[in-house]
């Protein structure tokens, strides 16, 4: 990960394998830290998803009154649990107290994914050419073509 500390632009280098965009991402549950290195970035996903087997270690389970969300994909309808986590962190930037869904996702090696609930609240921007997940601290920098390399601005 680089930072700009003149912008408070940070940028978080991500891995394309098998057609995915992967990162790394820090979730803390009732005060326990684990990261998690295969998390798909998905902007065509409107919630964020965790698998919950990725997080069980951490006492992540379905309980009564928790409540269940479902998921439309191309394989159907699924359905998940809902949690709040003390935070994500995803490179510098923390989310605290995330209301987070969490499930299965079958078939794929990854341990969850981040869509688009996070990814606008955190205004991020993916660069696809350089493979790269930029953040802009709103509360530094007005974001414009100059705040940015020339190869993306």
Same mark, same amino acid.
């Given at each position: 990960?680089?930072?700009? =500390?003149?912008? +408070?632009?940070?940028?978080?280098?991500?891995?394309? %394998?098998?057609?995915?965009?992967?990162?790394?991402?820090?979730?803390? #549950?009732? +005060?326990?830290?684990?990261? @998690?290195?295969?998390?798909?970035?998905? /902007? +065509?996903? /409107?919630? /964020?998803?965790? %698998?919950? &087997?990725?997080?069980?270690?951490?006492?992540?389970?379905?309980? !009564?009154?928790?409540?269940?969300?479902?998921?439309?994909?191309? *394989? *159907?309808? %699924? #359905?998940?649990?809902?949690?709040?986590? &003390? #935070?994500?962190?995803?490179?510098?930037?923390?989310?605290?107290?995330? =209301?987070?869904? $969490? *499930?299965?996702?079958?078939?794929?090696?990854? =341990?969850?994914?981040?869509? @688009? &609930?996070?990814?606008?609240?955190?205004?991020?921007?993916?660069?696809?050419? !350089? @493979?790269? @997940?930029?953040?802009?601290?709103?509360?530094?920098?007005?974001?414009?073509? =100059?705040? $940015?390399?020339?190869?993306?601005?």
């Amino acid at each position: 990960m680089m930072k700009n =500390q003149s912008v +408070g632009v940070w940028e978080m280098n991500l891995t394309l %394998e098998d057609g995915l965009l992967l990162s790394t991402i820090e979730v803390c #549950y009732k +005060g326990k830290r684990k990261i @998690l290195e295969r998390v798909v970035i998905d /902007s +065509g996903a /409107s919630h /964020s998803l965790i %698998e919950i &087997d990725a997080v069980s270690d951490l006492g992540v389970r379905y309980e !009564n009154g928790d409540k269940l969300v479902p998921h439309a994909g191309i *394989g *159907g309808v %699924e #359905y998940s649990f809902m949690k709040r986590l &003390d #935070y994500v962190k995803i490179g510098d930037k923390m989310f605290p107290f995330v =209301q987070m869904d $969490f *499930g299965h996702l079958h078939g794929f090696n990854i =341990q969850g994914l981040i869509g @688009l &609930d996070i990814l606008r609240s955190g205004e991020f921007l993916l660069d696809l050419k !350089n @493979l790269k @997940l930029i953040c802009c601290d709103e509360n530094e920098v007005t974001v414009t073509k =100059q705040n $940015f390399p020339a190869e993306i601005a």
